[in-house]
Structures are given as C-alpha cells and as structure tokens.
C-alpha cells in the first residue's frame, strides 16, 4: 500500500513539474512573438531605408529578433534592452507598439527623418532610462507619460 502511495506522489510531482514547465515556456515564447511583432510594427511604420538598415528584419528566414541589426538584447533573457538606429536615413514615424518592449532601456534613432509625434506608449517602456531622437522632424512636445 505504502508503494503505491509513493508512486501516486511522484506522478503528481511529474506532472505538475510538466505542467509549469509548459506554462513558462508558453508564456516566455508569447512575450517573444510580442516583442517580435512590435519590432516589424516599427518597420512597418519606415517609409524609406535607402540604406537598407532593416533588411535582415524579418522573421522569414527564421532568424530571432536578437540578432537584427541595430537590436541588442539581455544576454540571459533574450528581452530586447536596446534599439540604436542612429543615422540610417529612416523616414516615416515611430510605431507606438514599441511601447511592448517592457525591458527596453535605450532607444536611440538620432539623426534620421522621422516626422509625427512621439508616441505615448514609450511610457509603457518602465525601464527606458535613455530616448535620443535629436535632428528628426518630429512634432508636438514629449508625452507626460514618458
């Protein structure tokens, strides 16, 4: 009797290691395809590259967010902390889905063309300690919430 109380317990412990096992890495792959989404958003919202500076920005040839260009991500977590795009001839307006970078710290498009305002949504960035954007063409004053 003593045997099969043993087993039921560890089948239990199995399962439930299996359990939260799934549910981690569900939940860590979701913020990935997040963060991936908010960075093709941003793309989106390019209307020229004449330098091409995004042209590995894409998930097609299965490479991970981490590894495009001007993108740097925390080593151990893969969450991206980083966006340095300074002087690539970038035209268009800055994608309000960057907001979804939750550990982005630096966001630097300096000496570009962007136009339009600055997004609110980057005060949802909680731990961007750094937002360069001098000589671009945006408009409006810095949102509160930054």
């Known amino acids: 009797m003593e045997s099969k109380r043993v087993s039921f317990s560890l089948i239990i412990v199995l399962f439930c290691s299996f359990f939260f096992t ?8 979701s913020l990935e395809e ?7 958003a941003f793309k ?7 330098l091409g500076a995004l042209a590995d920005w894409n998930d097609t040839n299965q490479i991970h ?14 969450h991206v902390t980083a966006i ?3 002087d690539k001839q970038l035209q268009g ?7 979804n970078l939750s550990a982005l710290q630096v966001l630097d498009l300096s000496l570009n063309s962007f136009s339009g305002s600055i997004p609110a949504q980057l005060g949802q960035c909680s731990q961007l300690a750094e937002l360069t954007l001098y000589y671009n ?5 810095i949102p509160p919430e930054i």
């Open 65 to 78: 967010h981490c590894n495009w260009s001007g993108i740097t991500c925390n080593s151990s977590s893969k």
């Open 137 to 141: 063409s945006l408009s409006g004053s």
């Open 93 to 99: 307006q800055i994608s309000p889905f960057l907001g």
């Open 44 to 50: 989106n919202g390019i209307t020229s590259d004449t």
């Open 22 to 29: 799934v549910v981690l890495s569900t939940a860590e792959r």
């Open 34 to 40: 997040v963060e991936t989404e908010a960075l093709k």
């Open 84 to 86: 340095k795009l300074v």
